[in-house]
């Protein structure tokens, strides 16, 4: 079964997600020009010889300027960056900090030659004692009373887009704690969300939530180095480089990942087969960039995923496209899926366009690699969610529409059933009074009576077929009247096949009832009928009215009574069986519904009968209670 997420849990869920997305905007506009109050200016050069040292460096003439971000893509020259940096207003014992980054730049060298400070950082050393404690690379200079240029040296294999911010130690306290607080909370809800995912398919094994799971597992591998937290907890104990060559390996499994996910969510809309494996063939692409790792082709990989990544989402869009003719009944239209993934691949795509240097200069852009967390996995969580619930919903009802044809499978087959016994048994049994009628005329012995009788013994099936029929589609009703218990059982008694075989015993007096008459004349008619068939001559037929308490209720009983042979006693536990008759009483005509009728007769009237074997005796015990306690129906 689903796990199930409360409507008010989506609406906490989008609020987040526009919290994250502020203050990942927010994260940025830090390094903006309202913190520009100790930077006089920014501007950067390119070594392509990738040797000059920092004297060689001050003398450069033609440096270019830039304000708070610059992508130089990939490449293997190093890039120097030229701070200039006011004066201290005021003597202070607070140092300031730089801080650069992002994260992933593998070698990071910050050079103030006034202060006579060269320190070193970056994706591809372990931290050092001088190193902050923070996501970025941040680091202390003391606060001078003159002007004075910094120095930024940065080599990379990955991408090179390049941030520097100088601020005083207690705003930038606060603006790395604010950025470190983010990045732990995106970090956390991926957990959250891969688990969710985890859990959801271990419940419903469906194959969509399995591939999200995948996917945001290692969404959350890749947010663990991209954020920096990689450095910190695994820097130390990892040689120089190996960290690079790691994160370096998230990102085509995290491309791959995110191919073979909406490429299996887009399948359930029946897209084009073409483009369906051509995405898959894509994803394969991605995987095999892994090898390249240890060819170490580490940046030409890095470049190639980002250069793919663009042609992915694409591809994406265009298989989702194609499955908008099929016209599939899915939770999720396939036209918002297609704006879904305009957008996402709108938004994502900056990314590795600002890591290839073809976005230059817009702060916000790599930070929109965010968007891949909280577009990608809260929505998709939020849409998952939603498609699991419908799933589900659907599910019960064809659960139910399965259930009710099954039954009425099984209602038409035991209809079925029943008619072919009712037949067999109507051919079988009026075989024997028309057999009896064609050997008496044969012999010349058939008279009034015998007629009469053969006639009343097929009447009396085809009655009962009709009754049990009735009594079977409950249209059968009891209704209410004034009855002579005893009136009735006397009329029964003399319009019963051999009435001077019973001996019959009734109180005096008239034995007052409310009940339904014709159907107790049913029942009795039926009891005394089988009593006189299947009794063993010369013994007589029994029947007692009494006046009976049965459950404190006041009611009368009747007990029909006759003698057996040995060993030709019906089965006490099939006695009540449609079309039940043992072997010994097939040699008289029968339809097998007389005792199924009285039973059923006798639970719609609210009350019992019994029967006892004693004695090679059979003994019907029938109960009804006096006042009848169903709705009242004019008779």
């Excluded at 790395?176 to 688990?195: E, F, G, T, Y």
């Excluded at 409950?474 to 209704?479: E, R």
């Excluded at 029942?523 to 308490?549: F, H, I, M």
């Excluded at 040699?587 to 009728?597: A, D, E, I, K, T």
Aim: glycine share 4%; net charge neutral.
């Amino acid at each position: 079964m689903p796990i199930k997420i409360d409507r008010s849990f989506f609406i906490r869920a989008v609020l987040l997600w526009a919290l994250l997305l502020l203050q990942a905007c927010s994260g940025v506009a830090d390094h903006s020009d309202d913190r520009m109050d100790l930077i006089e200016s920014k501007s950067w050069w390119v070594d392509k010889s990738g040797q000059a040292q920092l004297h060689e460096v001050m003398a450069v003439t033609d440096w270019q300027e830039f304000k708070n971000w610059k992508s130089f893509g990939f490449g293997s020259e190093a890039i120097w960056l030229r701070v200039k940096l006011k004066a201290a207003q005021e003597a202070s014992p607070a140092p300031w900090v730089v801080s650069a980054g992002p994260v992933f730049l593998d070698h990071l060298t910050i050079f103030d030659p006034t202060a006579n400070l060269v320190l070193r950082g970056g994706d591809g050393i372990a931290p050092t004692k001088e190193d902050l404690l923070s996501l970025d690379f941040s680091f202390q200079i003391p606060a001078l009373a003159q002007e004075r240029d910094l120095y930024v040296r940065v080599e990379s294999m990955s991408s090179r887009p390049v941030f520097v911010d100088v601020q005083p130690f207690p705003d930038a306290m606060f603006a790395l704690k604010k950025q470190d607080s983010l990045w732990a909370v995106l970090l956390v809800l991926s957990v959250v969300l891969a688990l969710w995912g985890a859990l959801q398919w271990w419940h419903t094994r469906e194959k969509v939530i399995g591939v999200y799971a995948i996917k945001q597992s290692v969404t959350t591998v890749w947010l663990f180095f991209f954020s920096g937290y990689g450095r910190l907890f695994l820097g130390p104990w990892l040689e120089p480089g190996e960290l690079t060559a790691i994160a370096a390996a998230v990102l085509p499994c995290l491309m791959a990942s995110m191919l073979i996910f909406l490429s299996v969510l887009i399948q359930t809309y029946k897209p084009v087969k073409f483009w369906q494996y051509l995405s898959y063939a894509l994803a394969v692409v991605f995987a095999l960039l892994l090898l390249a790792q240890f060819f170490g082709l580490t940046r030409e990989s890095l470049k190639l995923s980002n250069s793919l990544a663009p042609v992915a989402l694409l591809l994406m869009v265009i298989t989702a496209l194609s499955a908008v003719p099929s016209k599939v009944n899915n939770p999720i239209k396939i036209e918002y899926l297609v704006l879904y993934l305009l957008v996402y691949g709108f938004l994502t795509a900056l990314a590795p366009m600002t890591n290839l240097g073809l976005l230059q200069e817009l702060p916000h852009i790599l930070k929109s690699s965010l968007i891949h967390l909280i577009l990608d996995s809260t929505v998709m969580f939020a849409l998952l969610q939603i498609r699991a619930r419908a799933l589900q919903r659907e599910q019960v009802e064809l659960s139910l529409k399965l259930e009710t044809s099954t039954q009425r499978v099984q209602v038409e087959q035991r209809l079925r059933e029943d008619q072919s016994k009712l037949f067999s048994m109507l051919a079988h049994e009026i075989k024997t009074p028309l057999a009896t009628l064609g050997m008496w005329m044969e012999t010349g012995t058939l008279n009034s009576s015998k007629l009469s009788r053969s006639i009343s013994d097929m009447n009396l099936i085809l009655e009962r077929s009709v009754q049990a029929g009735q009594l079977a589609d409950q249209s059968l009703q009891p209704t209410t009247e004034q009855l002579d218990a005893a009136a009735i059982t006397q009329a029964c008694v003399q319009w019963c096949r051999k009435p001077d075989l019973v001996d019959w015993v009734c109180p005096q007096g008239a034995a007052n009832l409310v009940g339904d008459g014709q159907m107790l004349q049913i029942v009795l008619s039926n009891l005394l009928d089988n009593a006189c068939k299947y009794g063993q001559p010369p013994e007589r037929v029994s029947l007692e009215l009494e006046p009976w308490l049965q459950d404190e209720r006041p009611g009368w009983r009747w007990r029909i009574s006759n003698s057996v042979n040995p060993g030709e006693a019906p089965e006490a536990n099939r006695l009540f069986e449609k079309y039940y008759r043992n072997t010994h009483a097939r040699r008289q005509s029968g339809s097998g519904l007389g005792l199924f009728l009285v039973k059923g007769l006798m639970d719609l009237m609210q009350g019992t009968i019994t029967y006892e074997l004693k004695d090679a005796r059979v003994t019907f015990e029938v109960w009804l209670p006096s006042q009848a306690q169903w709705p009242r129906i004019s008779a």
